[in-house]
């Protein structure tokens, strides 16, 4: 594995964010690029919800071996504007992220996520990055189609055989922010993927761990572009105290796949279904468009953690960002 110097990831670390931005505000500051590929896969081929982190192996598989070989147009750049190799920040198992800054704490995050979408034997793939990582994206768009086409994905959970795409293209676009929820005095949560939200090691789902992840992820992602959130922590915690959770639909999903790069079987495990959200104070109001764009809990970048929030009672129609 390509190895870099304390000094290297110091020098090259992202800034220490120091712009302060309102909630209100935050979507003008997160700058989001999509990279997107669209194949046709075999019927044998399983798009259930562990697909993502069989996606996600295949890539760190392709970036370590271009790595290795010195591949990738930031070897070339980095002569002149040197940066964190984007395996490390990617896929590093120590988290790189920018220092923390504001006046509430928030954990550190990657600055992508990784999901997939299926209609019939047609599949996406949406490799998305945020502020930061977008430096990467010709490296990551030729690591995605070397991905697809040379390494191949595992056709079934656990599988030990995998399926290659040659005709792979990977397209990029960036992506437009929504402004704002529905104009209702009650969302509903609805998962598009399974949301992995755990306290001490154990999942579970509960409105002040729910309204704390939402600030927490904000946080994280908006830190690699630049900014941080500009909140009182007690106007956060007061709405946390007064945040419901009411008619949950939530039931446990559980989801294998096998990891070639460790070795080993991983298990992981989420909450799949709707909740209704009551009392939603102007702070979490605000950022609840951006968890529609970045998405929500643990293991995001393995397909983990999507979801929308809709109007209540109806469900009704929702965007898809």
């Not at 110097?5 to 209100?24: D, F, G, I, M, T």
Request: hydrophobic share 45%; charged share 20%.
């Amino acid at each position: 594995m390509p190895t870099t110097s304390s000094s290297e990831v110091q020098h090259a670390r992202p800034r220490k964010p120091r712009l302060a931005v309102a909630p209100a505000d935050a979507h003008h500051l997160l700058a989001v690029t999509d990279l997107v590929a669209t194949l046709d896969v075999p019927a044998a081929f399983d798009t259930g919800p562990g697909l993502g982190g069989r996606i996600r192996g295949a890539l760190g598989n392709a970036m370590l071996a271009a790595a290795r070989n010195g591949d990738g147009a930031s070897t070339r750049r980095e002569v002149l504007f040197p940066s964190l190799p984007a395996y490390m920040v990617l896929f590093g198992e120590e988290p790189i992220a920018p220092d923390r800054a504001g006046p509430a704490d928030a954990a550190p995050a990657r600055p992508f996520v990784l999901f997939t979408e299926a209609q019939g034997l047609r599949l996406t793939i949406t490799l998305r990055l945020f502020g930061y990582a977008r430096r990467w994206v010709p490296d990551l768009r030729a690591a995605l189609r070397a991905a697809l086409r040379d390494h191949g994905v595992s056709v079934q959970p656990l599988a030990r055989s995998w399926a290659r795409f040659p005709e792979a293209r990977v397209d990029w676009a960036d992506v437009i922010v929504p402004l704002a929820l529905p104009d209702s005095a009650a969302l509903r949560l609805v998962t598009r993927t399974p949301m992995r939200l755990a306290r001490d090691g154990h999942l579970a789902v509960d409105a002040a761990m729910l309204a704390g992840s939402v600030f927490s992820r904000a946080a994280g992602i908006l830190a690699w572009c630049g900014c941080y959130l500009d909140i009182d922590p007690d106007v956060l915690a007061a709405e946390q105290r007064a945040l419901d959770l009411m008619d949950n639909n939530l039931t446990l999903a559980s989801v294998r796949r096998r990891s070639r790069r460790q070795d080993r079987t991983l298990d992981l495990d989420g909450f799949a279904g709707s909740v209704s959200l009551h009392h939603v104070g102007p702070t979490l109001r605000a950022l609840l468009p951006l968890i529609e764009v970045i998405g929500i809990g643990a293991s995001t970048t393995a397909g983990f953690g999507r979801i929308v929030f809709l109007p209540e009672p109806s469900l009704g129609r929702h965007r898809s960002p």
